[in-house]
């Protein structure tokens, strides 16, 4: 997307948002003839400073503006509501909680409605500022390309596929390699290129030619940088590599690579860590400390066994850690090769409420203190699922780069429990992929939420 229109479409909705949940506080109080000189009214704007604080903890928990989200009406429709759901939740409990006998529980209540009838009206806006920015020619790139090979055309239709606010004005290539008919204009010829680009004002030159196949291309891109033009080359590397990948360098040198990985950076992992270390010892002091006795207890009465299930699993770089449980199943010896199912007859009536209720996985938090696990991260499988599933996805693997984790990517969007078929597979391999290119603490601290909600709401398919 264009830099420019994602920032202006992003500061846009950031404002308007905030504005109608000030507007929706204010016309409430109004409404009510609330006294702004009264002391009384400094309850209300306290309880507002709140309100603004929570929605931008809300909108970082859904990455509401991120560019993948805005650039699309129903996902941001949908992530805006959501959003909204979230933030009403937290408010309700802090009003109720709290009892601020100060507020008025009808005028807290009329905001909150009035604050999501602005949500809804802003959204109705959307197409119309969207289709507004779109329409503002300081906010367009005008690119030319030059070269008019299959590189070329398919720049040409990802630029008309997926970007935002890019003129593509026409290509520029030598008469005698121009061979077929295009729907933009093809300017000759390659020595031309700087006046092609004064004359239609161009902001963004792509070179699909490269200075080792056409010496002028080194002029041009000299040229370019003193007309204020950016010049970008666009290298044909589909005889080396067949998919994306990211480009490094060590000084002079060129690396590429199939990802990027924000977890290879070493003030990351140290970040990471120490979110680990902090949460999980507090959860080792103030819950494990009392839970693991009490349900110990619990599982002895329950059924004859171990009070922990310990389990060999596939962990970082491809090695082995036992991964510590509640047990939750009669002592069976299929443990180690059949994943739990629906039903399962194996599973103790405690062991289902355990599972339900994500108890079971308590104990991972000493994994996680020991460092063999991380909060966040794709789930450890056992040994014998790793062999088989690697051998369904290529990538498989790949998410082993990571620490396993209590929680991941894949977790919060709906894929845990029973795996049925390859599909399913292929589907949480992609999420912790992203996952793996994607880390961020914030994101880190967004499925730590989610996932904590989920938990409260239950999940059908914890069993």
């Known amino acids: 997307m264009n830099r420019v229109f994602k920032i202006y479409l992003q500061a846009t909705f950031i404002i308007i948002d905030l504005a109608m949940l000030c507007i929706a506080f204010f016309f409430t109080t109004h409404a009510y003839q609330l006294n702004y000189f009264d002391n009384e009214i400094l309850f209300y704007f306290y309880f507002i400073c709140i309100n603004i604080i929570t929605w931008f903890i809300c909108i970082i928990v859904f990455s509401l503006y991120r560019e993948h989200i805005i650039i699309e009406f129903e996902k941001f429709t949908k992530r805006s509501f959501q959003t909204y759901i979230l933030w009403l939740s937290i408010n309700l409990i802090l009003f109720l909680e709290f009892k601020i006998q100060q507020l008025d529980q009808k005028i807290v209540l009329v905001y909150f409605g009035l604050f999501f009838l602005g949500i809804a009206f802003n959204r109705v806006l959307y197409i119309g500022i969207k289709n507004y920015y779109q329409n503002k020619d300081f906010l367009f790139n005008r690119v030319i390309i030059i070269g008019y090979n299959t590189v070329a055309t398919k720049l040409a239709s990802y630029f008309e596929e997926e970007t935002v606010n890019i003129k593509l004005i026409g290509f520029v290539e030598n008469e005698q390699f121009i061979n077929q008919i295009s729907h933009y ?267 904590f909600f989920n938990i409260i709401k239950g999940d059908k398919k914890a069993y």
Request: net charge positive; aromatic share 10%; with cysteine.
């Open 185 to 451: 204009p093809v300017f000759s010829d390659i020595r031309d290129t700087i006046k092609i680009a004064r004359e239609n004002k161009i902001q963004e030159i792509y070179s699909t030619i490269s200075p080792k196949d056409n010496n002028e291309i080194y002029e041009i891109m000299s040229f370019a940088e003193k007309e204020c033009i950016r010049f970008k080359l666009v290298p044909n590397l589909n005889a080396f590599v067949n998919k994306s990948f990211k480009v490094d360098f060590i000084r002079d040198l060129p690396i590429l690579t199939l990802r990027t990985e924000p977890l290879e950076d070493v003030g990351n992992k140290i970040l990471k860590r120490a979110l680990d270390i902090i949460i999980s010892s507090l959860v080792i002091v103030f819950i494990l400390s009392w839970l693991i006795p009490l349900i110990a207890i619990l599982i002895k009465l329950n059924s004859k066994g171990p009070v922990f299930f310990i389990q060999q699993r596939t962990g970082k770089n491809n090695s082995i850690f036992n991964c510590l449980k509640f047990r939750t199943m009669k002592t069976n010896a299929f443990s180690d090769k059949i994943q739990a199912t629906k039903h399962d007859d194996r599973i103790t009536k405690l062991g289902a409420f355990l599972r339900k209720s994500s108890l079971d996985e308590f104990p991972q938090f000493i994994n996680v203190f020991t460092g063999e696990m991380s909060l966040v991260g794709p789930r450890p499988h056992m040994v014998k699922h790793t062999h088989d599933y690697s051998e369904i996805v290529d990538e498989y693997m790949t998410r082993l780069f990571l620490k396993p984790g209590i929680t991941g990517w894949a977790q919060i969007n709906g894929l845990r429990g029973e795996i049925k078929n390859d599909k399913e597979v292929m589907l949480r391999v992609s999420n912790d992929l992203w996952y793996l290119e994607n880390w961020s603490i914030l994101l880190d601290i967004k499925i730590i939420i989610l996932t």
